[in-house]
């Protein structure tokens, strides 16, 4: 991605994912190898029960790599399923969230705490900064206190912070080619985050939180009635299709960045973004109803998908379209 060609949010992002980068690296820790095993089962049967697309993703990948992708995967769904813990009053969760922050953060963690255990191994293993993680669950927690965004350049830099950090961390477990990958997986970040806010926009609204841009949703002349009501007419298809054609671009300015990560990596975050770029055509399929329904692709898609994902992986160069 060119400089020239970025909108002034990637290059205030782009800021941000530079000043992690250079964070301080984690030491190594040294527990018992049997008790290390059983940390990162757990975070892979946390992944296989939460995000079946992730661990198909993710057993693409080399055995060491797999294990640390799916300790990533865990990490974040720890720090997610404090902020949505929503049985407890926002200062409980927040102070939940600080708690785990110290644990995440320390140099010594806890033997007895699996994801955090496996998570630090891979962070020193694979030299993933700790900025990255630090700016995640910042990212996370402004659920605690933010429900709407004014404009896009708003939701980028949350999406940024609960999405860009992940592809940023995952890019040091599968091997890149220099700070030249750093804006290209700041777009897929984002990509892959709107797919999530459009998907879920019925369940995020019935919890309280619209993602979606405000000042978009008053051009297209789309008021809480819409939402309320989960009203379906012109005025939604025409946002949704607005929303649509913006996020494939975003894919599309990413794809080139899948070329100048190791080869061995390629084909899990080239399936990644493919199978949740194919949850857009499933939104449109059924007239942009997000609102009774959940996008999602069944299994069989997705293995379908996976031959042409291979393909177009292995002839990358420096970008994969």
């Known amino acids: 991605m060119s400089l020239i060609q970025a909108q002034p949010w990637e290059l205030r992002l782009l800021g941000a994912a530079q000043e992690a980068f250079r964070s301080q690296a984690r030491p190594e820790i040294n527990p018992h190898p049997a008790t290390l095993r059983a940390a990162y089962y757990c975070c892979e049967a946390m992944t296989y029960r939460h ?29 997610d399923d404090i902020v949505d813990a929503t049985k407890q009053k926002p200062e409980e969760r927040l102070k939940a969230l600080r708690s785990w922050e110290y644990q995440v953060m320390s140099d010594h963690p806890a033997m007895d705490q699996e994801v ?37 350049d708003e939701l980028a830099d949350y999406a940024y912070g609960v999405a860009s950090t992940v592809g940023l961390m995952s890019m040091h477990i599968v091997g ?19 797919t999530n806010i459009l998907r879920d926009v019925g369940e995020d609204w019935r919890n309280g939180r ?36 913006r996020n494939r671009k975003l894919y599309a300015e990413s794809e080139a960045g899948i070329g100048l990560l190791e080869r061995s990596g390629r084909f899990s975050i080239a399936a990644a973004a493919d199978l949740y770029q194919a949850i857009l055509s499933d939104i449109e399929a059924h007239d942009y109803d997000v ?26 160069t420096g970008g994969w379209a």
């Open 51 to 79: 995000s079946r697309t992730f661990y198909l993703a993710s057993s693409l990948l080399p055995y060491e790599q797999r294990l640390a992708a799916r300790a990533l995967y865990a990490f974040c769904r720890v720090t």
């Open 116 to 152: 955090c255990l496996a998570w630090a191994d891979t962070q020193a293993r694979f030299n993933v900064p700790r900025g990255y993680a630090k700016q995640l669950i910042d990212g996370v927690g402004r659920d605690l206190y933010q429900t709407r965004y004014r404009t896009f």
């Open 176 to 194: 890149f080619q220099g700070e030249d990958a750093l804006p290209y997986a700041i777009r897929l970040g984002v990509a892959l985050q709107l």
């Open 210 to 245: 619209c993602y979606l841009p405000q000042d978009e949703l008053e051009a297209f002349g789309i008021t809480e009635e819409t939402f309320d009501n989960q009203i379906v007419d012109e005025r939604w298809r025409a946002f949704m299709a607005f929303q649509i054609a």
């Open 291 to 316: 609102f009774t329904r959940r996008a999602h692709l069944g299994a069989i898609d997705k293995v379908s998908r996976l031959p042409r994902i291979w393909w177009k992986s292995r002839r990358s």
